[in-house]
């Protein structure tokens, strides 16, 4: 089994930047490919970006392309999302995800439906 809590959301002004982490507890962080979603309000939960679990390999929505950054500390059991030059349309509730997973640097599903454990998600909202 494993926890997951997310942090690092706030209000943040058009153009700014929020890094996101999610501390994962239990064993064996490093078996899980880890994903980053999101949901506004009355929408689908959404894939914004993935890793694998040895962090070679990285995914992203359209929408996020080139501002986000997914990363991953094995050693710290902790998965980040470094969000730059933020948009109103990128207000959410942010959510890590982990999925167990064979292939250690396979990408990470874009399904929410291919995950495991979830975390409580952390609100980001951006002003214009």
């Known amino acids: 089994q494993v926890q997951l809590v997310d942090s690092g959301g706030g209000l943040v002004q058009a153009g700014g930047s929020l890094r996101l982490s999610c501390a994962a507890s239990?064993?064996?962080?490093?078996?899980?490919?880890m994903g980053w979603f999101r949901q506004a309000p009355a929408k689908e939960r959404v894939f914004v970006a993935g890793i694998s679990r040895s962090g070679e390999s990285t995914n992203y929505a359209e929408s996020v392309k080139g501002r986000v950054t997914i990363s991953r500390d094995n050693a710290k059991n902790t998965v980040f999302l470094q969000m730059n030059s933020l948009k109103p349309e990128d207000t959410a509730v942010y959510h890590c995800a982990a999925r167990r997973s064979a292939f250690y640097s396979g990408y990470a599903p874009i399904s929410s439906y291919e995950y495991d454990y979830w975390g409580q998600g952390t609100q980001v909202t951006v002003s214009s």
């Open positions: 239990g064993r064996s962080f490093s078996d899980y490919a």
